[in-house]
Structure formats: C-alpha cells, structure tokens
C-alpha cells in the first residue's frame, strides 16, 4: 500500500467565514491568555530587574528620620470677668496653618530659632536654612508638613511632621517649626491690639491740639478733656489686653526622638516596584497579544475553515546549526508531529502510487523546504519511494538542507518536460530534482504533458514550491499535479494573509489540502503524545 489522495474524496476547502463587525471587535481572551503565558518570562524577568534597580537605588540613600508633635486648636471663650482684659484671634480657617508654616515669615523664624538651639550644629544649621529656602523658591516642601484634622467650629488637632537626617535633629526641628507656629498664631491677635493702640494714640494726638488752641471756649475745652481722658483710659486698656494676648495653638507634648528610621523602606520599595512593573508589562503584553492577529495554533485557521494536518514544534537554533534540519528533527519532538502530518495524510488517501503533494506557503520565511525535507525523511524511514522537487524559486535550497545528513549533495538540474528517473539519491529512499532555470516552474497555462509524468515511480512526490502570493508557480502546479498543503508560520504568519492565499486558491481552482502550522510553541499543540511511526503507514509492498 502507497500514500496518495482518493481523488474521489474532497478535501477540506478553506472557506472564508464573513465576519461582522461586532464578531471583530471582540476580544479574544484564549489569545489574550497565550500571549501573556508567553510573555511571562520577559514579564517575571524585568520586574525583578526593576526590583533590583530599586533596591541598589535605595541603598545609596541616606536614612531619614521623622519626628511629630501636636497642637491643639479651640474656640475662645470667657472666663469670669476676663473678658476684657484677654484678646484671642478668630478661629482658623481650613489650610490657614499650612500655608503660614509654608510662608517666609514662619520659615525665617524656623531658621532664626534653629540658629539659637543649642543642640543643632552649625553645619545642620547652615544645611537646614538653605534646606528651607530652596523648598520656598520652589513651593515644594517636604522637609516640614502639617496636617490637620478640625471640625467644624473651629476645635481640632494639627500634626507637625519634620524630618531630618538624624532622630534627635528631627525632633528639635519639629518643636522649632511647633514654636514658630505658636508665636506667629500669638501674633496674629497681638496685631489687633496694636492696631488699636496706634489708633488710640493718633486720636490723643489730635485732642492735645485742639487744645492748645488759643482763644478755645470753655464748653469746648469742657468737652475735649472729656474726650482725652476717655481716650487715655482706652489707651491703658489696650496696653493691659496686650499683655494677656493669647493665640488660639497650644503645644500638647514636646516631640518624641524616633529611633527608627522613616525612610527609605527597601523591601516595602522593592516589592511595590515588583508588582507595578508586572501590572505594567503585563498590560503592555497584553495590549501586544490583543494587537496581534498572526496565528498562533489551529483554533486561529479553524476560523477559516481549515484543519491543521500537523503543527511543527520550533527546533533549537544552535541544534540546527550544527546537525542541520533533517538530522535535529530526527531526535527532538518533531517525529511525534510528522507521525501526525503522515497519519492524516494517509487518512486522507487510498491504495493508488505516485502521489503528488504541493507544499507552498503565503509568504516567505515560513520554512516551507524545512517541512518539505522533514515529511520525506519521515516518509522514507518507513519504507517509502520519495522524490523531491525544488520548484522554489531559490537554487540550492534543498541541496543545503541535505547536505548536512549526506556530507555533500548535488540536485540534477532538469526542465519540467524531461525525465525525473534520475539516479540523485540524497538519502536512502529519497531523491531531490530542481526544475526550471533557477528553480522556476514555467508557468504553462493548459499544457498538462510535463505534470502527468511527474515522479513516476515514487510513493511519493514533494514539490517544494514559491510563496503563492508572490509567485504564480505554486497555483500552477498545484492544478495540474495535485493538493496543496499551507505551511504558515506561528506567531509570524497573518491570519489576514492567510485569508488571501485561500482567496487566491479558490479562484485558480486549488484545493487545499490542509496547514501544517511550523514553529509552533507547545502550546499551539495541546495533547501531543509518542506515536509508533511504524504504525502510521503500512510499508509499501514490493
């Protein structure tokens, strides 16, 4: 019994699905989950790279230290009879303390206070000063914060949080800028007693002029001395409620010195890094793997409407370099899928000799010769007759893949027309023609003469042909000699493209045979396992 195709059987014809609008716009989550399987690596790796970074940047970092302390706000209210002789401000709106703390009047008395603190260096001193003034030129401040929390009326606490590269100068710092606020909201309401008194004062200046007129009545002058003595009592007043001003801030506790380090935090640093860059190379894998509509298994062909023979696994580069394909596909994985390629193959056909397969692909790169030497040495170890056709457009191609298992190899150059029973034999079973000049299948319109005698002889005949959408070759002899089976490559070959090549094919009136899908991932071939490839095919009688 020999390979070929029961004519009187239809292969499965790619049939283009029409597909609306809505079914393109959605999203394909089985894609979306293989890109970013196959992105994981890439994904781990430069997350902790990114983690790496981080940590060595912190560890260049000099510690910080932050120190608190509190002080509390509430309504004024009147004690007895108080009430004249103690002035307090009005109650502070929400963010007045922050902007004050964040002022040049309070920043000056922060570096005035800190120049007169026994404990601070005169180092820390001239570093804290210029510290505070860059932060003030550039509104951005992170040496001194204040946070509050006051209700409504007024009642409430403010956090005064400072930081500084030491424990015990975080706290000096913190009850500096405490006591800078404290005097300043003092301020605030001795500004208003000041005021008055300057106003009282104009006003006994002019009442002691008006009375050093000559010539003044005595109901005037009367009324005058009224006045200044009024005035002068006001006056006293004002001097005594200047004495009991009192703002509406008072400090709960001096600052603690903290004895731990506030920052950096490298593990907490390091693991927050780790897991924003996986979120961030996760998605951009993600938008790539959503973007992406080359085919990656055969649920992506099936969309077409064609079976996927077989799928390749991709071999190891440095594998291939130094064996060749032939030899590294014997010992890998790749017999388990040409035993698959060879079973449906078989299934697909009868008992009759000489059967003619075209292997082409839509575009070139897809490793159209690789398959084409792979599927001859997988026939011919289980007893086939092959020949080999190099009708690819490129000289040599097959010759140099099989150089590699023989040593040297040399391809009988002949025209379509002429005999193929040469003695060319690359390997046992297996003989390799190249047609044309330079590989080239003159295209012959409706001369079937050189087709019909082609491969006589042979269990077998590999016509390893052009790109069918570059060249018309492939479409050509696919007519006249027989099926045509599509090589696309995974992960590289369009599905859009695909389409095409199946649109091209119907029109010339080809029948696809079905896809060998090459380069494929582990993924793209769910289910594979060992198969006796003595068990595929029956051995040709002889």
Excluded: C
Aim: glycine content about 8%; charged content about 15%.
């Amino acid at each position: 019994m020999r390979l070929t195709l029961n004519h009187d059987i239809q292969p499965q014809q790619g049939q283009l699905r029409s597909h609306d609008s809505q079914d393109e716009a959605e999203i394909d989550f089985g894609r979306l989950r293989e890109g970013l399987y196959h992105a994981l690596p890439w994904i781990l790796g430069g997350s902790i790279l990114i983690g790496a970074a981080v940590g060595l940047y912190e560890r260049t970092l000099s510690p910080t230290f932050s120190a608190t302390t509190n002080l509390i706000t509430t309504t004024p209210a009147t004690v007895g009879n108080l009430r004249d002789t103690l002035v307090a401000p009005v109650a502070l709106p929400d963010g007045t303390l922050e902007d004050a703390l964040h002022g040049p009047v309070v920043v000056n008395h922060i570096i005035e206070l800190l120049n007169r603190a026994p404990t601070v260096t005169e180092t820390q001193r001239k570093a804290f000063a210029n510290q505070l003034t860059e932060e003030l030129l550039n509104q951005r401040y992170n040496t001194i914060k204040v946070t509050s929390r006051v209700d409504f009326s007024g009642n409430g606490v403010y956090k005064v949080n400072a930081f500084a590269t030491t424990g015990p100068l975080a706290a000096v710092v913190a009850d500096t800028a405490a006591q800078a606020l404290l005097d300043w909201d003092q301020g605030r309401a001795l500004s208003g007693v000041r005021r008055a008194e300057q106003s009282l004062r104009e006003q006994l200046m002019e009442v002691n002029r008006q009375l050093a007129r000559p010539g003044l009545p005595v109901e005037n002058r009367q009324v005058l001395l009224t006045s200044r003595a009024q005035v002068q009592r006001n006056l006293v007043q004002a001097a005594i409620q200047a004495q009991g001003v009192t703002g509406l801030l008072s400090q709960v506790a001096p600052a603690v010195i903290p004895m731990k380090a506030a920052a950096p935090h490298p593990v907490r640093d390091v693991l927050i890094a780790v897991a924003l860059s996986v979120l961030l190379l996760g998605g951009l894998a993600a938008v790539r793997s959503a973007l992406d509509t080359s085919v990656r298994n055969e649920d992506d062909l099936l969309s077409l409407g064609l079976s996927t023979m077989a799928a390749f696994p991709r071999l190891k580069k440095r594998v291939t370099e130094s064996q060749g394909i032939v030899l590294a596909a014997r010992g890998s994985a790749m017999q388990e899928a040409v035993g698959f390629l060879l079973l449906n193959l078989n299934a697909a056909g009868g008992a009759h000799q000489n059967q003619r397969i075209v292997v082409t692909s839509a575009t070139s790169g897809a490793g159209t010769s690789s398959v084409v030497a792979i599927l001859a040495d997988a026939a011919a170890a289980i007893g086939m007759k092959v020949l080999i056709v190099d009708a690819s457009g490129e000289d040599g191609t097959q010759a140099q893949l099989w150089a590699y298992a023989r040593g040297s190899t040399h391809s009988a150059v002949v025209s379509p027309g002429e005999n193929l029973a040469v003695d060319n034999a690359v390997a046992p079973g297996i003989q390799l023609v190249t047609v044309g000049m330079g590989g080239r299948w003159p295209v012959r319109g409706g001369d079937t003469g050189a087709a019909d005698g082609l491969g006589e002889g042979y269990d077998l005949v590999l016509i390893d042909a052009p790109p069918l959408l570059y060249v018309a070759d492939a479409l050509d002899i696919a007519r006249h000699t027989g099926h045509l089976l599509l090589v696309v490559e995974a992960g590289s070959t369009p599905i859009q493209t695909v389409r095409q090549a199946l649109r091209r094919a119907s029109q010339a009136g080809v029948a696809v045979l079905g896809t060998v899908i090459n380069k494929a991932t582990q993924s793209a071939t769910p289910g594979l396992r060992p198969v006796l490839r003595s068990s595929l095919l029956p051995r040709p009688q002889s």
